[in-house]
């Protein structure tokens, strides 16, 4: 072994992670859970988890092409739309006003409960724009949009910085 866990989650060459454990169609009947894609019969497999490098905004454009991908084989395609459009604002702000990267986790609970969460390093609180001319900016709504489509959201300090949340029930 190399000194990593290779259960409950493994790491691919990107960075991305995932939960592992058995699929069928693979040699043997066991396997490894591709990232984003549930193993049958199995909630914990619900799960998408993509690192995200310093100021890559390209990559805002592959967490929700992923992101749909895993709520369309999830079966939760319905929440897609949503679900991208909070996902992006979250991850941009992190890369834009961290100069840090980010951590994205999806998670489908039981109750078709998503919870997704970005997660960075600064311990600085989000927050909306303050100044009198932001109603006619272009930038700055992102968590208007969160606080007005997401069921729930908050932030929760975690260690050397913060974790930016919401969850979306299934309508």
Same mark, same amino acid.
């Given at each position: ?16 992670? @995932? ?116 109603? @006619? ?35």
């Amino acid at each position: 072994m190399d000194g990593q866990s290779r259960f409950p989650r493994q790491r691919t060459g990107s960075g991305d992670a @995932y939960r592992s454990g058995p699929v069928q169609g693979t040699a043997g009947g066991t396997g490894t859970a591709l990232p984003g894609v549930s193993a049958p019969g199995c909630a914990l497999h619900r799960r998408l988890h993509l690192t995200l490098e310093p100021a890559d905004l390209v990559a805002v454009g592959s967490v929700r092409h992923r992101l749909r991908s895993a709520l369309s084989h999830w079966g939760v395609p319905e929440l897609s739309d949503t679900a991208e459009l909070l996902s992006s604002e979250l991850v941009t702000n992190a890369l834009l006003h961290t100069g840090k990267g980010a951590v994205f986790d999806a998670v489908l609970g039981t109750e078709n409960r998503l919870r997704i969460e970005v997660q960075d390093g600064a311990s600085r609180l989000p927050g909306r724009r303050r100044d009198p001319g932001s109603e @006619y900016a272009t930038s700055g709504r992102g968590l208007l949009l969160v606080e007005a489509l997401a069921d729930s959201w908050g932030v929760q300090l975690r260690g050397e910085g913060k974790v930016t949340w919401f969850e979306l029930a299934m309508p």
